[in-house]
């Protein structure tokens, strides 16, 4: 979710990207209207969080955002109090610029992206001077906020180790790097290469400081400088097997 907000950074304007998407579900009257919440509906769309973000469907007024946090349990009020104990990145956060916390009295919302230790918060909102930014936002102006049920990827080491990488290149010397093939155990073929890398870079070394040792006029740094910069120059494809 964060991630694709942060994508939208600097953006600014009507209509744009969001308000479009928005209003070919719900109407052209979306297409220059304030932006902040369809910026979540979007993100949350976009980042496959839709049932954790939008319980409801699409959402483009904030009240009604917020009021589904609440159905939820999950409705938070915006003290400094609530925000340190309570507050995570990836909370909705909505603001009144009168200073209440009461969900009907909603003018703003925003993405938290990181709780600061003194109680405000760093966020990332849409409609704000009409432009995608970074805000920071003290507690005086937080109507309150919720924390979506997000996803959790519960993966083990030996899953990141073993995961299958789809790949999209490779040869009809390599079909295992084929088109729409995968490229599996990729942590056991990183460590090959890297053992071939190693194994390389000692032939060099000892090739260089044997030459060094026939002819005392060979300055064998300046030789293994040289050899590095035509191997830079030269592409190389390893060929690591099972």
Not at 25 to 39: D, P
Not at 183 to 192: D, I, Q, Y
Request: hydrophobic share 40%.
């Amino acid at each position: 979710m964060l991630a694709t907000a942060r994508e939208d950074l600097g953006l600014t304007g009507r209509p744009n990207r969001i308000t479009r998407d928005y209003a070919k579900r719900n109407g052209a009257e979306f297409l220059a209207v304030a932006w902040c919440q369809m910026s979540i509906t979007w993100w949350a769309r976009r980042s496959d969080n839709t049932d954790a973000v939008l319980p409801r469907g699409d959402r483009a007024y904030t009240v009604w955002s917020a009021e589904d946090g609440e159905r939820l349990g999950r409705w938070h009020a915006g003290t400094v109090a609530n925000i340190k104990k309570y507050c995570k990145p990836g909370a909705v956060i909505y603001f009144d610029w009168a200073f209440s916390d009461r969900i009907a009295a909603i003018d703003h919302v925003g993405l938290v992206e990181k709780v600061l230790p003194d109680g405000r918060v760093q966020t990332i909102e849409g409609n704000t001077g009409d432009a995608c930014k970074r805000r920071v936002r003290s507690a005086d102006v937080i109507a309150g906020f919720w924390n979506p049920d997000y996803e959790e990827d519960d993966v083990s080491a030996k899953d990141v180790w073993t995961y299958e990488i789809p790949v999209t290149y490779g040869s009809k010397e390599n079909p295992e790097w084929q088109a729409r093939n995968v490229l599996v155990n990729h942590g056991e073929h990183l460590r090959k290469i890297e053992a071939k890398l190693d194994a390389m870079n000692a032939t060099i070394k000892t090739l260089a400081e044997a030459l060094a040792a026939r002819d005392a006029a060979i300055d064998a740094d300046a030789l293994l400088d040289r050899i590095r910069t035509e191997i830079e120059n030269v592409s190389v494809r390893l060929d690591v097997g099972k």
